[in-house]
């Protein structure tokens, strides 16, 4: 089994920054992509940003390209998201999401979810 553990959410106003932190733990063998999902009241889960495994290839959505940066520290099984310039629009339950394999197989695992606020 794998457990992502989301922190670095808050309350921040316009124009402030964020660095959400995602840690994966438990027994795996590998870590694939990993990547930043979020979810506003009302409205459906969308992508964020995403990690290829060494970091090479990263992927954005539209309304956060040029604020939002995704990194990731493979020895310590941590994907960050730092986000700039926020806006009010950014105001969701932020998500981590990656596909690890395990002694059973290959499964896609999420943490349980951080919340951000952005106040105008």
């Known amino acids: 089994q794998v457990q992502l553990v989301e922190s670095g959410g808050g309350l921040v106003q316009a124009g402030g920054s964020l660095r959400l932190s995602c840690a994966a733990s438990g027994s795996f063998f590998s870590i694939n992509t990993m990547g930043w999902y979020r979810q506003a009241p009302g409205k459906q889960r969308e992508l964020v940003a995403s990690?290829?495994?060494?970091?090479?290839?990263?992927n954005y959505a539209d309304s956060v390209k040029g604020r939002f940066t995704i990194s990731r520290d493979n020895g310590r099984n941590t994907v960050y998201l730092q986000m700039n310039s926020l806006k009010s629009e950014d105001t969701a339950v932020y998500y981590c999401n990656t596909g690890a394999t395990t002694k059973t197989g290959f499964m896609y695992y999420w943490g349980q979810g951080t919340q951000v606020t952005v106040s105008s």
């Open positions: 990690i290829t495994r060494s970091g090479g290839i990263t």
